[in-house]
């Protein structure tokens, strides 16, 4: 995250980006940077951990409730901020060609 100019500032159970005064859930960061170190090494090809698949479904759940209805108590406009910088796959990947 550091590379898109993030430096994080840990306490309990949330984590605030210095350059922000939001707050985000410590569970949500580590799984950004799961999601992160993942988009690095793989790019297309669907990851092979479950919690960081169950992450992705959550996160486009909670996308659709709060463009439905513009607000969400599991994530904010920020949060969708900081996805889209990391490209984040708002739509299902595509099954492999090869797939029987």
Do not use: C
Not at 2 to 8: A, D, E, L, P, Y
Not at 40 to 66: D, F, G, V
Not at 70 to 78: A, P, T
């Amino acid at each position: 995250m550091q590379k898109i100019g993030f430096k994080w500032i840990e306490q309990g159970k949330e984590a605030t980006l210095s350059n922000s005064s939001e707050t985000i859930p410590r569970k949500w960061s580590k799984r950004l940077k799961e999601f992160e170190q993942y988009n690095e090494n793989i790019k297309n090809a669907m990851p092979s951990s479950t919690k960081l698949l169950k992450w992705i479904a959550s996160q486009r759940k909670h996308y659709r409730k709060l463009l439905k209805r513009k607000v969400s108590k599991h994530l904010s406009w920020y949060q969708v901020d900081i996805l889209n910088e990391y490209r984040f796959p708002w739509i299902l990947w595509k099954e492999e060609e090869n797939a029987p």
